[in-house]
Structures are given as C-alpha cells and as structure tokens.
C-alpha cells in the first residue's frame, strides 16, 4: 500500500470506503433533549412558592389594618387599605429622604466594591509579586472577625473625621469587602486565560492597560452579579447606619423603625414601609435581572 493510496483514502482492496463506513459513531444521548421530570416540577414549585410567599404576605398586611392582620387566623387576601397605609408609611418614615440616601449609600458602595474587588482579584489571579500568597491569606482571615468587634473603634475614628451622623461614615467604612475580593479572585482565575495576559505584556500594555482592556470585559458577569450583591446587602444594611446615622439623615432600614415607635406597634403601617423599601430592589432585579443571568451564562459558555 502506497503512500498516495493512503492520502486517496482507499483501503487494501483499492476502494474507497463508503461515507457510511467512516462515519463516527455518536455519543450515547448526544443531541437529546432532557425533559425535567414531575418530581423536579413539584420541587421547583416548592421552592417558588417558599419564595414568593414573605413578600405576598407583606403584601396582605400592607392592604389590612392593624386589628385584621392580628386576627387568627391571619388573613390571607389583600385588604383595601394598601395604598392608604402606604401614604401614611411615607409620610411617617420620611422615606423619600430616606431612599436617596440609601440611592447614594447602596450606589456607591456597590460601584467602589466591585472596582476594587476586581483590581484586587486580578492581581492576586495572574500577577505575580512577593508576599502574594501572605496578602491573600489575610484578607481571607478578615472573614473570621465579627464586625462587632470593630464597631467601638470605627465609630470613635468616624468622630474624630468629622463625620458622625454623615452618609460618609457608613460608606467609606465598606468600600471594599473580602469576600467580593475572594470571589473575583475565584472568578477570573478559571475565566481568564493567561494567555490574553502574555498577549497584551508583549504588546507592550502595562498592568492598568491590561486591566481596563481585557479583564474588564472578561469579568463583567461576575462584576454584574458582584454589584448586585453588594447593592443589595448596603440597601439592608441596618446595624452599622443604626449606630453612625440619626432621624434627621437616615438610610431605609434606619428610618422605617420611627414605624414601630410607639405603645402600640401598627403592624400593617410597618409592613407598608418594608414593602415600600423592596419595591427599588424589585424594580432593580426586573430591569437588569435578565441581563445578570444572561452575562452569567455567557461567562459559563466562555469558560
């Protein structure tokens, strides 16, 4: 047998096989589509309904007064009163300062948070520098410490800025987290090949370059669903604000305590202002939900 026979693609007897008889066979279940069975259904509707089921309930105490949503049983449908208790929580709580501030708290914190996280987890991924391994280990050690313990000394380093009863002394505190820094990390380890880094050093881009040309758009899945986290986290917030932060300047979970003041607790008036402070993050998640899942898939896909 020939060299050129080989090339022709012709066996020993001089003929050429048959597509049939080259073809490769197929993978057992390639290309099947897998239907979830009833079992999955009913576990999902489970876990929907667990879900859902805290916010409908907020729903129903808003829109009753206070004697019906202390009744047993409690009720289940919503009442007539949502709106009304909602006006009277607005004007009680002062919520419209209240939600700027907390725009401004939340807004700032997430964006500071998920810039530094991602300068941080870059170069602990793929740069390479003595003590990085040490650095690493201590920011993950800041996990173990409850932040109870820094609560005494915070407060009188917030004082002695200037800054007591201040939207900085809440935000300036939480700029960055470990665990934001730990996660990137994670992430653009396995997202980013070293490669693309190589590339762009031998291109001459220096480490910010680098950073703002290619990390960037590798991590903006995580960075989107970094973002919301923080958001989401500073929006509730309540311990720290509680301490720094009065009545005259406060912050969302700060301001809807004014609604349990008092001998007799409204619990509909006060499930009104918690309603009122998650209609931003529903309307956050509504808007950019689609496109967080859609950016985490795509980094899946990618890596």
Not at 87 to 112: E, F, P, Y
Not at 126 to 135: A, E, P, Q, W
Request: with cysteine; charged share 10%.
């Amino acid at each position: 047998m020939t060299t050129n026979t080989l090339r022709a693609g012709r066996d020993v007897t001089g003929t050429v096989p048959s597509r049939r008889r080259l073809r490769l066979p197929r993978a057992i279940g390639a290309g099947r589509q897998h239907h979830a069975g009833p079992v999955t259904y009913i576990m999902l509707i489970i876990a929907a309904v667990t879900s859902i089921f805290p916010l409908y309930w907020t729903m129903v105490a808003a829109s009753s007064d206070n004697t019906r949503v202390s009744q047993t049983p409690p009720p289940f449908l919503p009442g007539p009163h949502l709106f009304e208790n909602l006006g009277r929580a607005w004007q009680d709580a002062a919520l419209g300062k209240a939600m700027l501030n907390s725009m401004i708290v939340a807004g700032t914190i997430a964006t500071c948070t998920v810039l530094f996280a991602t300068l941080a987890g870059f170069a602990f991924a793929k740069l390479r520098f003595k003590g990085r391994n040490i650095l690493l280990t201590l920011v993950i050690g800041t996990m173990l410490v409850p932040p109870q313990l820094a609560v005494v000394p915070l407060f009188l380093m917030m004082t002695d800025l200037g800054w007591g009863q201040k939207l900085p002394a809440v935000i300036f505190p939480t700029l960055v987290s470990a665990v934001g820094v730990f996660f990137m990390r994670q992430y653009l380890a396995d997202a980013l090949p070293d490669e693309l880094v190589e590339a762009g050093r031998v291109d001459g881009a220096h480490s910010l370059r680098i950073f703002w040309s290619i990390v960037l758009p590798v991590a903006r899945p995580a960075m989107a669903v970094l973002f919301m986290i923080t958001f989401v986290h500073a929006w509730n917030d309540f311990f720290w604000p509680f301490i720094v932060l009065d009545m005259t300047n406060p912050t969302v979970p700060v301001a809807l305590t004014q609604l349990s003041a008092g001998y007799v607790r409204d619990q509909s008036l006060i499930m009104a202002g918690a309603l009122l402070g998650t209609l931003p993050l529903l309307a956050m998640f509504i808007v950019f939900g689609r496109q967080i899942v859609g950016g985490i898939m795509q980094g899946a896909v990618k890596g």
